[in-house]
């Protein structure tokens, strides 16, 4: 795996800064992905620091592993939500930091095979773990209609989720929609375009939600994150729509008000306009920190 990273992280320094990296601490990087984060926080740690790293790409790990190769930093595939459980496996009680980073890379997005590309001619796939069985050939062509607009409305939030179920429940009683192009093609020919943003996209969206089940995931993985935390410990999100980032600020609000946190972003930091520039993919994160008390 030669040449650079197949990924950019996003927000490098600002996250770095909310999780106030100490020497000899503890962190873990829960989506560890190709270890843009994890290189920067290994880069301030000291002999005794460590890193746990997770991921659910077993593709992403192995690259990781190879990049980060470091008797400081521990390597697991799983959910995020299972953080809890493979950090004190490894021996470690508690941590000092937790950097939770939801987007999907993209290498992930960009290659035909994963499914996950409006222009793919691959069978429509988008799991982040091809061991899981759900994929989003059977949300589509298994799904009843009302099933398909619930999707598409609660994980999308597209107003015109009716009227594409529908197209996609006709269409499938013709034959299978079996690959990304197809879908993307279908959704086109009953969606009009406004703007630059593809008609398939809140769709495409909502489907990889369903599929990695991501809101359910991030629900347990903040409480396990907190969990995981010594006093004083950092916790830091980076959401990228606004479903996720409403879970983590009502998440992070709702700890501060009981005495759990100390809320370190009032607002969500977003990348500035440089990086936006040269990382296009960083449009629209958000990143939320706070501090266990």
Not at 66 to 77: H, P, T
Request: proline share 4%.
């Amino acid at each position: 795996m030669e040449g650079p990273a197949p990924h950019t992280p996003v927000l490098p320094e600002q996250v770095i800064g909310l999780l106030s990296v100490r020497e000899e601490g503890v962190y873990v990087d829960a989506t560890v992905g190709f270890g843009g984060h994890a290189a920067s926080i290994l880069s301030r740690l000291g002999p005794g620091g460590r890193i746990v790293g997770i991921d659910r790409d077993p593709e992403a790990l192995a690259w990781c592993r190879e990049r980060l190769g470091n008797n400081r930093v521990f390597l697991a595939q799983g959910r995020f939500s299972q953080m809890e459980d493979v950090v004190k496996g490894l021996g470690f009680p508690a941590v000092d930091g937790v950097l939770l980073d939801l987007g999907v890379s993209m290498h992930q997005l960009k290659r035909p095979s994963r499914g996950f590309s409006f222009s793919s001619e691959a069978r429509l796939d988008m799991r982040m773990d091809p061991g899981e069985s759900l994929t989003a050939w059977d949300v589509v062509n298994t799904y009843d209609e009302r099933a398909l607009e619930k999707v598409l409305a609660d994980y999308g939030e597209e107003h015109r989720s009716k009227r594409i179920a529908r197209a996609i429940v006709l269409q499938r009683e013709k034959k299978h929609i079996e690959t990304c192009i197809e879908l993307a093609e279908l959704i086109l020919s009953v969606c009009r375009r406004h703007g630059r943003a593809h008609p398939a996209t809140k769709t495409f969206q909502a489907l990889r939600i369903e599929v990695n089940g991501e809101l359910d995931e991030l629900r347990k993985a903040l409480r396990s994150g907190l969990g995981l935390l010594n006093r004083g410990g950092k916790l830091c999100v980076v959401s990228y729509h606004s479903l996720e980032d409403r879970i983590v600020k009502n998440f992070m609000r709702d700890h501060a008000r009981s005495g759990q946190l100390r809320l370190l972003t009032k607002k969500p930091v977003a990348p500035q306009r440089d990086e936006v520039r040269w990382n296009p993919s960083s449009r629209s994160a958000k990143l939320r920190g706070a501090e266990k008390i």
